[in-house]
């Protein structure tokens, strides 16, 4: 790690902590020339493969912003949108590899957004998995109430 103060281009850790919740690890740093010090964040580059082929990296803002759409008109508070966004970020870090397919990406957004607003999640729903007719609305509303039944029983 060069020094940004003086460009050397050997530093020496002085502390390490996790930061994130684990997600990354935040380093204090000295320079051995000039004495100065600083602190660095490393975390761990999380990729993206689109059905393109194209990869790209995993972005929580860009999750948000899909999922916003989605809930245009609805009552869902930003806060709310920044939690479901963290949610989907902790589920597909949880799954270990370096690159996920986006297809995984999709799928874990369903779930959070299914619990946060059925409406928005049946928005999201249609243009995720391509509904093509009513009755791929008609299904996955039926899976709707079936799932709030089987929760009140």
Known sequence: MHCPF?????????DSRSAEDGAAIRR?????????????????LLMVAKRSGVTEAFSRT???????RACQGRPVTEDALAILGQRVEE???GRGAAEVPAHEVGLSILGPLRELDEV???RFASVYR??????????????LRADRVASVE
């Open 28 to 44: 204090r740093r000295s320079c051995p020339i000039c004495e100065r010090r600083f602190t660095t964040q490393e975390t761990v």
């Open 120 to 122: 928005a999640y049946l």
């Open 6 to 14: 003086c460009r050397h281009p050997d530093t020496r850790v002085i």
């Open 130 to 143: 391509s509904f093509e007719s009513l009755e791929d609305f008609e299904n996955e509303i039926a899976g």
């Open 62 to 68: 860009k999750i948000i912003a899909g999922v916003r």
């Open 91 to 93: 589920a597909v870090r």
